[in-house]
């Protein structure tokens, strides 16, 4: 992943933070019935889906921080267990792998 597409990562990762956190506790404030099209005296009915939203953006972003600090934690694959420093299992027979 190029440093381009990270920054671009983070910056839609904090935009996610921000709107979730706006979702969770400001879905019925005044200021922002505009973004949000909450009509005056439906903040109850639009209260769980705007919670349910909220959390989805900011769990988004937690994944999208994740997946930038792996790609830059240095570590290759074999430290998730895929692929070995050999091609031969320690598993493998003697005679599956063509000896003896």
Request: glycine share 16%; charged share 10%; aromatic share 8%.
């Amino acid at each position: 992943m190029n440093l381009v597409t990270q920054i671009a990562a983070g910056v839609y990762a904090v935009s996610l933070v921000a709107v979730g956190t706006l979702e969770i506790f400001f879905h019925g404030d005044q200021r922002f019935r505009s973004i949000f099209y909450v009509k005056p005296g439906t903040e109850g009915a639009v209260r769980m889906w705007a919670m349910n939203v909220g959390m989805y953006n900011i769990l988004t972003a937690l994944g999208i921080g994740v997946g930038i600090w792996l790609a830059n934690s240095g570590g290759e694959a074999r430290a998730a267990g895929i692929g070995s420093s050999s091609s031969r299992s320690p598993h493998t027979s003697s005679s599956a792998r063509g000896c003896g």
